[in-house]
């Protein structure tokens, strides 16, 4: 059985920092794209971040660029997201996503896997 579970969520003072973890289990996601959600209360699902395997490329929502880092295990099966500068708009409930179906990272109909998320709350 696939799963995707992540950690590290919690509560933070705005401009503090998190990480977040993805460990995958019951399948190796070595030769997958990965990427970062959120979904903020009453809002839809946003791409934050994604990484791609072959080059080990990169990409940000426009929200996150400059503040936030994606990057990858292969050994360890785990994806991270480093979060610094955080801000309030940045609360929401974060997501880790693989196994994209579609070729396009942003676009979260195109992932097979999903976790059940971890909670991010900023305070100000």
């Known amino acids: 059985q696939v799963q995707l579970l992540e950690s590290g969520g919690g509560l933070v003072q705005a401009g503090g920092s998190l990480r977040l973890s993805c460990a995958a289990s019951g399948r190796s996601f070595g030769g997958d794209s990965m990427a970062w959600f959120r979904q903020a209360p009453g809002k839809e699902r946003e791409f934050v971040a994604g990484?791609?395997?072959?080059?080990?490329?990169?990409y940000y929502g426009n929200s996150v660029k400059g503040r936030f880092t994606i990057s990858r295990d292969n050994f360890e099966n785990t994806a991270y997201l480093q979060m610094d500068t955080l801000k309030p708009e940045d609360t929401a409930v974060y997501f880790c996503?693989?196994?994209?179906?579609?070729?396009?990272?942003?676009?979260?109909?195109?992932?097979?896997?999903w976790g059940q998320g971890t909670r991010v709350t900023v305070s100000s």
């Open positions: 996503a693989a196994y994209n179906t579609l070729g396009v990272l942003t676009a979260a109909h195109g992932y097979r896997y």
């Open positions: 990484i791609v395997d072959g080059d080990a490329s990169t």
